[in-house]
């Protein structure tokens, strides 16, 4: 099953090319239906509608089309028709301009402080009066099932891109892991030398005030609190098991993006722990890295259903 990001577009058309005459024996062009669905990051399904009014009777069909495909997602759809006459003017008749007049009168006569038409008022109820009159009823949907298509097969693309990128950044944190891995016990024997050579100093400063025996005891003890206190392999250890849930989600696909956020915010709470615990520049710089590329790999899974 392929990985879906959240972030896509479509837009289509469907366009009546037959011409029709109106009552006043005027040509008209044909008109179209453009359609187009825009979809973000979000926490849950998000839906809104922009349809003209003759289309808002569409919108419970239109919810439940979106709502059987998409789950996660800021989505928008915009729904828009345009018709035209042969003359992109409209050329209005005496009888239209004859009714205009007769509607103002009356308007006027109950609301003498009304403004009277202006030519662009004239102009855009000429224009009403000459679209094309076809419902586009029975077109919505079939419409918006091949927008929904080509925004699944957008968000798809996006998702696969996604995939790759978090498969690249689980290599790099493997490597990392890898790496801080034998740095450990390299510390610890590095730190119980240190330890040894404290108490063969102690021993010759003491001058007999404490046995031999109670100041090396007291050095292994030391030694072995520093081993407990900077032991990282607990948290490489749940790294790479995070990191293999990440990888076998990422890999099955579907809607995986809110176990993959939670597994984000657990990478980054070990990687975390293990700068905490850091005794050594190297291993330092090593839980830095790790944590840029689970900021990079949080920054992405937003963005996936």
Request: proline share 4%; no cysteine; glycine share 6%.
């Amino acid at each position: 099953m392929p990985v879906y990001s959240m972030t896509g577009y479509a837009s289509v058309q469907n366009t009546n090319a037959n011409t029709s005459t109106t009552s006043e024996g005027k040509e008209l062009t044909g008109s179209h239906l453009g359609l187009e669905i825009r979809s973000v990051n979000s926490r849950f399904l998000d839906l809104s509608f922009r349809l003209p009014e003759d289309l808002r009777q569409h919108e419970p069909a239109l919810r439940e089309l979106l709502t059987g495909k998409l789950k996660r997602g800021k989505v928008e759809v915009r729904a828009a028709v345009e018709g035209g006459a042969a003359n992109p003017v409209p050329d209005p008749t005496p009888a239209l301009l004859q009714r205009l007049n007769s509607v103002q009168d009356n308007v006027m006569a109950w609301l003498p402080q009304a403004q009277a038409l202006s030519v662009a008022d004239i102009l855009k109820l000429a224009s009403n009066t000459q679209t094309s009159a076809r419902d586009w009823g029975d077109a919505v949907l079939p419409l918006a099932e091949k927008a929904l298509k080509d925004l699944l097969s957008a968000r798809q693309r996006e998702g696969a891109r996604l995939a790759t990128m978090l498969l690249e950044r689980i290599a790099q944190l493997r490597a990392l892991a890898q790496k801080a891995g034998p740095l450990v016990p390299q510390l610890v024997a590095q730190q119980s030398q240190r330890f040894l050579e404290r108490w063969k100093e102690a021993m010759a400063l003491t001058e007999g005030g404490a046995t031999p025996e109670s100041a090396r005891d007291r050095a292994l003890t030391e030694a072995t609190a520093f081993a407990i206190r900077i032991d990282v392999n607990e948290e490489i250890t749940r790294l790479n098991s995070h990191l293999d849930e990440v990888e076998r989600l990422v890999t099955k696909g579907g809607e995986i993006g809110k176990r993959l956020d939670f597994l984000i915010q657990e990478m980054h709470r070990e990687a975390n722990t293990m700068g905490s615990k850091s005794a050594a520049l190297e291993l330092t710089h090593i839980s830095v890295d790790m944590k840029v590329l689970i900021e990079q790999m949080r920054e992405q899974v937003q963005n996936i259903e």
